[in-house]
């Protein structure tokens, strides 16, 4: 899942090469992706783009109104791009048709120098969304959000403030939208293998060593990612993000810091990897679905 160092990225990109072009079209080749209809898809249709913001793990573009006697705001075209999704970009955007149902392609746009994107997503299971509003906090997930880990405001006081009293494992108070924006499942392990905690410590227990600790972590993980996306094409962000993790998908493979060999643990539809020498003091955690199998 693209993660906030990814999204930035994105927007970094986007921002230098859309910002002052007009949407010319916009396709929406899978509707269930759309999930607003007011304003309507084609209020895009010859708006300006003045320019593109993250909000969490959504990316947002936003413009001005078509009307040119106003400098009043426009739509917004708001996208969240999920597990499996991504941004493909074109200098020039292909003239051919797309067909609903027959394509990974979630939704096409074009602009007034031919260049555009596709958003795109992999797999049968479908999370991709799209909208088009006219104030970002019209989508309910941002409207959610917990602050960002990497604003200004965002210190090791404020880490604290939002652990106390939460009775709820490390890992998914990270990756909780509402408790701190744009750090998902990758980052978090990252994050506490940085940090030399384990994934299942209850954040209410931390102590204050815990929190200096876990702070620095998310800040360098963070700020060496986004530095590592920076300047990238969409194309190249992917392979820079598995190139910069320690423990996150490298099941079996030796822990950059001490040599033991990374675990996973699985769910559902997700894994945490950790190092048992680094953070739970060599004890192995459960695999959640071998215990299924054998009770």
Not at 31 to 49: N, S
């Amino acid at each position: 899942m693209p993660e906030m160092p990814e999204v930035q990225g994105l927007v970094d990109f986007l921002r230098g090469r859309v910002t002052g072009l007009e949407f010319t079209r916009v396709t929406v080749a899978n509707i269930a992706a759309l999930k607003t209809y007011d304003p309507p898809v084609h209020a895009l249709q010859g708006a300006e783009i003045t320019g593109v913001e993250r909000h969490g793990k959504f990316l947002d573009i936003a413009t001005k109104a078509t009307d040119a006697s106003t400098d009043a705001p426009g739509p917004h075209l708001v996208f969240h791009l999920a597990k499996a999704g991504w941004l493909r970009w074109y200098d020039a955007l292909p003239a051919t048709l797309i067909k609903p149902g027959k394509t990974p392609i979630a939704l096409r746009v074009a602009l007034s120098d031919g260049s555009g994107f596709d958003l795109t997503e992999a797999g049968t299971k479908k999370s991709l969304a799209v909208y088009v509003v006219r104030d970002p906090a019209d989508v309910p997930g941002i409207a959610r959000l917990g602050p960002d880990p990497l604003d200004p405001s965002f210190d090791r006081d404020t880490l604290a403030g939002l652990l106390a009293g939460r009775r709820t494992q490390i890992k998914g108070v990270l990756r909780d939208q509402a408790i701190i924006a744009g750090v998902g499942n990758a980052y978090s392990d990252e994050i506490l293998h940085a940090a030399k905690m384990s994934p299942y410590a209850l954040a209410s227990s931390l102590d204050d060593a815990d929190v200096d600790r876990l702070y620095a972590a998310m800040t360098a993980t963070l700020t060496e990612a986004l530095a590592e996306a920076s300047g990238k094409p969409p194309a190249d962000l992917k392979d820079a993000k598995r190139r910069g993790m320690q423990v996150h998908g490298r099941r079996g493979e030796a822990c950059p810091v001490c040599g033991d060999t990374v675990r996973s643990v699985f769910f559902a539809d997700n894994s945490l990897e950790y190092c048992a020498t680094c953070q739970t003091g060599g004890k192995i955690l459960a695999d959640r679905r071998l215990s299924r199998l054998l009770k």
